[in-house]
């Protein structure tokens, strides 16, 4: 992916979405294990493996549009 397609806009924005997200996924995970009803277990299983996965995509987007700004 061409990190030029990305103004300085969108990548502050996604620098800040990033962060959320992180802070969000250390909570899930710090508190999964203390959670009893199954179900809701699994959800915030879940959510800890999509958001994951998510975190992984933006990472990749971020590191190549920051390589692009420094060239």
Known sequence: ?????FGVHEITDMRELFNFKVTCLS?????VNS??????K?????????GTQSVSQMKTILEAAVSDIHQ
Do not use: G
Request: glycine share 0%; hydrophobic share 35%.
């Open 1 to 5: 992916m061409n990190s030029t397609m």
């Open 27 to 31: 909570k899930a995970k710090s508190r």
């Open 35 to 40: 959670i009893k009803n199954p179900d809701i």
């Open 42 to 50: 699994a959800l915030v299983e879940q959510s800890i493996n999509e």
